[in-house]
């Protein structure tokens, strides 16, 4: 495993784990201002928005994440994971505030877009601290809780906006995204330091890494593939338990709250693996293959409408998000000190617009083919995955 970003001793196991925290915490926030807008669509609809409309508003600040991903990327490499974090989540409390004060939904979109661009600051910095202060054999668990925080936020997001927007508006709802960034930028400045860094006149360290070999294009690659199985069941799954197997609304949700409580403690898990076996890519060739395995299960018992079927979507969602955290690790490992945010900036920006891709084709193929044909079909995406993941060139690395 390459050892590009070694950490400092300086600091006691303390500091570094209250480092991980705040991370996690501030990735928390910003997820609850990037996904927390999704929650609004029932409030924005009885002020008489259209659910496109709506739609639209949700997703602005997604819009504005993708589009600025490689930018706060390079803000990391060039001034540093702390300045990054703290700017970013200054102007997505700034731009919150902006949200929660606007008048009107055109403006509401507006601010949304530029909160959801300055809460990107959290994906590439963010990453950058736990793998620059850990050590190499405490990485993978490390950031395999970093990467729980992506759902988290999710949880956290759809209790409290969606109740708030019900009861005082959508606007008022803002203030939970805002108030949690504002925390996250406190916190973030009484704990975080800078990694340790090489000297920049070192060609080594300063040098591009897409150029040396495809070792990071590769997981690129694998990462998009294994988003389609992803964020087909993180989209459908809830609409298939009551489609196809008439269950009720709630039974249905709680089902995939249980889900992604299971995906992300398998996060966890994986990240450790991968500290145990000395490597990312052999635990993510691991992860490739069980998520063709389990989607293509899962077709099958949807297929043959056996209540397994149930089983096979909570275990779908655990195995197709373990490999975020040992892609990311694997990312800032290899890209270095000076390229890590731009890498980790190139990774989230392809998986956001696979992500974004999957609803609509999904909803076709199930149109056409059904849920059963669906799932089995996405099976083929990690099966091709399996042999891009670069396992003998990490060995070589090592």
């Not at 990391?76 to 994971?81: M, N, P, V």
């Given at each position: 495993m390459t050892q590009a970003l070694a950490p400092a001793y300086d600091v006691g196991a303390a500091r570094r784990w209250a480092m991980l925290a705040a991370s996690t915490l501030a990735q928390a926030a910003t997820a609850?201002?990037?996904?927390?807008?999704?929650?609004l669509i029932p409030a924005l609809h009885a002020t008489g928005l259209s659910l496109a409309e709506a739609g639209l508003v949700a997703a602005a600040p997604t819009v504005g994440v993708m589009l600025t991903l490689v930018a706060w990327g390079?803000?990391?490499?060039?001034?540093?994971?702390?300045?990054?974090?703290?700017?970013?989540?200054?102007?997505?409390?700034?731009?919150?505030l902006g949200a929660a004060l606007s008048d009107g939904t055109a403006l509401l979109a507006v601010t949304l877009f530029l909160a959801g661009a300055a809460a990107a600051s959290t994906n590439a910095a963010g990453g950058r601290v736990v793998?620059?202060?850990?050590?190499?054999?405490?990485?993978?668990?490390?950031?395999?809780?970093?990467?729980?925080?992506?759902?988290?936020?999710?949880?956290?997001?759809?209790?409290?906006?969606?109740?708030?927007?019900?009861?005082?508006?959508?606007h008022a709802a803002i203030w939970v995204p805002t108030i949690a960034c504002a925390l996250a930028a406190v916190?973030?400045?009484?704990?975080?330091?800078?990694?340790?860094?090489?000297?920049?006149?070192?060609?080594?360290?300063?040098?591009?890494?897409?150029?040396?070999?495809?070792?990071?294009?590769?997981?690129h690659g694998v990462s998009v593939l294994l988003v389609v199985p992803q964020f087909l069941v993180w989209t459908f799954a809830l609409v298939?338990?009551?489609?196809?197997?008439?269950?009720?609304?709630?039974?249905?949700?709680?089902?995939?709250?249980?889900?992604?409580?299971?995906?992300?403690?398998?996060?966890?898990?994986?990240?450790?693996l991968s500290d145990v076996v000395g490597g990312?890519?052999?635990?993510?060739?691991w992860v490739s293959v069980a998520a063709a395995i389990t989607m293509a299960l899962l077709g099958l018992a949807a297929a043959a409408d056996l209540a397994i079927a149930v089983l096979l979507v909570v275990v779908a969602t655990l195995v197709t998000v373990?490999?975020?955290?040992?892609?990311?690790?694997?990312?800032?490992?290899?890209?270095?000190?000076?390229?890590?945010?731009?890498?980790?900036?190139?990774?989230?920006?392809?998986?956001?617009?696979?992500?974004?891709?999957?609803?609509?084709?999904?909803?076709?193929?199930?149109?056409?083919?059904?849920?059963?044909a669906t799932f089995a079909l996405a099976a083929l995406f990690p099966l091709v995955a399996v042999p891009l993941v670069p396992v003998r060139e990490e060995r070589e690395l090592a």
């Open positions: 609850v201002m990037i996904h927390g807008p999704a929650f390079a803000v990391a490499d060039r001034r540093g994971e702390r300045f990054a974090l703290l700017t970013g989540l200054a102007a997505t409390a700034a731009a919150g793998v620059g202060w850990f050590p190499a054999g405490r990485r993978g668990l490390a950031m395999g809780i970093r990467q729980m925080a992506q759902p988290a936020g999710v949880g956290i997001a759809a209790i409290s906006i969606a109740v708030v927007a019900d009861r005082s508006g959508p916190v973030v400045a009484l704990v975080v330091v800078d990694p340790p860094r090489p000297a920049r006149t070192d060609p080594a360290a300063t040098a591009n890494p897409y150029r040396r070999d495809s070792y990071l294009a590769r997981i298939w338990l009551v489609q196809e197997r008439d269950w009720s609304p709630a039974a249905a949700g709680a089902v995939v709250a249980v889900a992604q409580v299971a995906g992300a403690l398998g996060r966890i898990a994986v990240g450790h990312r890519m052999r635990p993510l060739r373990a490999d975020n955290g040992l892609a990311f690790t694997a990312v800032a490992e290899r890209a270095g000190p000076f390229w890590s945010g731009r890498a980790l900036g190139v990774q989230n920006t392809a998986q956001f617009l696979a992500a974004s891709a999957v609803p609509p084709v999904a909803g076709l193929a199930v149109t056409h083919a059904g849920y059963a």
